[in-house]
């Protein structure tokens, strides 16, 4: 390097025919050295003298021939890469490592909840002290393409008290139907609009009737636009989904069971999207200083809930 600064001050001296002859002489050598090393290897005091030539001399590409004009920018944009990581302190690139006790905690409700996804998992951590990018749960989870469904004893347990009942289906009649309606809102809570799709349950002559003596006005949204009722579309899915989906229905009584179980999980621990997380009736945040978690199970071990042990 000191030689390279020594021989340019000599050649602000010479003539400037001296100096177009020994440039072509120059030239003539590199050319000839470079079919020999088709890939030079620049040390790194050739990189900073050539980054310093690009910032101060406007034709330094037609002087490069070693290299190409783009390599001498993209040694430019590294060195600045590395000033900053030394000006910030000079710690590892990239995202820190992530303790092995969360991800042991991320695989074990992942495989004790087949149905949840990495949003679930991620709200399931906040609650436990653990902050958690999505996109790290997801790389964690380690889920096969085909997640099993819930064990025996969920089942069993789900349908013990109901083992010697046994029903095929049922087919709810227009009078049914309405008295659903009546039962929904008694004496005077009928709401002004009534929406619902075009299901032919709900254009059935009676029920149309019943709507108009409860005062409400019926309003079928548009064929196949379910977003029109999305609040209900949505809480009807996550039901089906989570919870009568998997389980065998044998009666009304049953039902009622069920569905007051997972009424309660929903309101109270189940994370929602919508709600950054949170459950409806917000829930608190455990954040107690043993690393032991505990699962207890609720809507008969369809969805456990995460607790640090006291």
Same mark, same amino acid.
């Given at each position: ?104 905690? #991320?695989?074990?409700? %992942? +495989? ?6 990495? !949003?679930?998992? $991620?709200?399931?951590?906040? =609650? *436990?002290?653990?902050?958690?990018? #999505?996109?790290?749960? %997801? +790389? ?6 085909? !997640?099993?469904? $819930?064990?025996?004893?969920? =089942? *069993? ?154």
């Amino acid at each position: 390097m000191i030689k390279l600064i020594a021989a340019a001050f000599t050649l602000l001296f010479r003539s400037r025919a001296h100096l177009i002859v020994e440039n072509i002489a120059l030239r003539q050598q590199l050319i000839v050295l470079s079919r020999q090393v088709p890939r030079p290897r620049p040390h790194d005091t050739d990189r900073l003298l050539w980054i310093l030539l690009s910032s101060i001399w406007s034709g330094w590409r037609g002087a490069l021939l070693i290299v190409r004009p783009t390599t001498v920018l993209r040694w430019h944009k590294r060195g600045w890469r590395w000033y900053w990581r030394w000006r910030s302190g000079g710690g590892a690139a990239g995202r820190p490592t992530l303790d092995r006790k969360v991800i042991a905690l #991320i695989r074990r409700m %992942a +495989r004790e909840n087949p149905t949840w996804g990495a !949003p679930h998992i $991620q709200h399931e951590l906040r =609650f *436990l002290g653990y902050d958690v990018a #999505i996109s790290t749960v %997801a +790389r964690y989870m380690k889920r096969g393409p085909h !997640p099993g469904g $819930q064990n025996w004893a969920t =089942f *069993l347990c789900n349908h013990a008290d109901q083992i010697a009942g046994f029903d095929f289906f049922v087919v709810p009649t227009s009078r049914w139907r309405a008295q659903q309606l009546i039962e929904a809102f008694p004496f005077d809570t009928a709401p002004r609009f009534l929406i619902h799709d075009r299901d032919p349950l709900f254009m059935a002559d009676e029920f149309q009737r019943w709507t108009k003596h409860l005062g409400s006005e019926d309003l079928p949204t548009a064929p196949r636009s379910p977003w029109q009722n999305g609040h209900t579309e949505r809480v009807i899915g996550s039901i089906r989904r989570e919870c009568t989906d998997r389980l065998l229905v044998w009666n009304e009584a049953h039902l009622r069971r069920l569905l007051k179980k997972y009424v309660a999980y929903y309101n109270d621990w189940r994370p929602h999207t919508a709600l950054d997380g949170d459950a409806p009736n917000l829930r608190a945040p455990d954040l107690g200083s043993s690393d032991e978690i505990v699962a207890i199970p609720m809507v008969g071990g369809l969805h456990p809930r995460y607790r640090r042990a006291a």
